[in-house]
T-cell receptor, first 113, second 117 residues
Framework: QKEVEQNSGPLSVPEGAIASLNCTYS??????FFWYRQYSGKSPELIMF????GDKEDGRFTAQLNKASQYVSLLIRDSQPSDSATYLC?????????????FGRGTSLIVHP | GAVVSQHPSRVICKSGTSVKIECRSL??????MFWYRQFPKQSLMLMAT?????????EQGVEKDKFLINHASLTLSTLTVTSAHPEDSSFYIC?????????????FGPGTRLTVT
């Protein structure tokens, strides 16, 4: 069973703080890692992807990957109330000609003013 | 980012009828399309993976005769819920992926909310 684990939360942070979202995965063959944001009643939207160990920064977002520990995280700096949403971690492994995604259950983030 | 559309966005149907949902990649050719179902406050559940011109690969527990998937072209996939029942009421989301510089980002459609009465 290929699993992606996330703490369901909610994670509550004050406006302006750093929100740290974590994800662990069980399949060592996983090759690519994605973070999606999903607002209530909407479909997920891609925030970031990361393939290599280390950090990847994009604006207020930083994705961190540690393949040895099978751990991927997302940091949101200067959190805003509009960042309040569910954040989904997705891990992909190659199967034949396709990359098969496995999603975590998501972490609910609440940024309060 | 790439654009994926879904139609209809919302549908209400009577128990026993069939409903077809379309998923289109608007500005790219999708090598693979995925169909998900999401119940309230639950995670995305992958139903099936489809590649253009070949049969869909269904996840364990998903009835292939009930959820018919047709991936007729590189820009269109359809999901037909046959003989729908109230327990099929859910949020159905498609996504498409394509190769670009070796990456395999997955882009989601806006979803279709199905209510079976």
């Amino acid at each position: 069973q290929k699993e992606v684990e996330q703490n369901s939360g909610p994670l509550s942070v004050p406006e302006g703080a750093i929100a740290s979202l974590n994800c662990t995965y069980s399949d060592r063959g996983s090759q690519s890692f994605f973070w999606y944001r999903q607002y209530s009643g909407k479909s997920p939207e891609l925030i970031m992807f990361i393939y290599s160990n280390g950090d990847k920064e994009d604006g207020r977002f930083t994705a961190q990957l540690n393949k040895a520990s099978q751990y991927v995280s997302l940091l949101i700096r200067d959190s805003q109330p509009s960042d309040s949403a569910t954040y989904l971690c997705a891990v992909k492994r190659r199967s034949g000609g396709s990359y098969i995604p496995t999603f975590g259950r998501g972490t609910s983030l609440i940024v309060h003013p | 980012g790439a654009v994926v559309s879904q139609h209809p966005s919302r549908v209400i149907c009577k128990s026993g009828t069939s409903v077809k949902i379309e998923c289109r990649s608007l500005d790219f050719q999708a090598t693979t399309m995925f169909w998900y179902r999401q119940f309230p406050k639950q995670s995305l559940m992958l139903m099936a993976t489809s590649n253009e011109g070949s049969k869909a690969t269904y996840e364990q527990g998903v009835e292939k005769d009930k959820f018919l998937i047709n991936h007729a072209s590189l820009t269109l996939s359809t999901l037909t819920v046959t003989s729908a029942h109230p327990e099929d009421s859910s949020f159905y989301i498609c996504s498409a992926t394509f190769t670009a510089s070796g990456s395999y980002e997955q882009y989601f459609g806006p979803g279709t909310r199905l209510t079976v009465t």
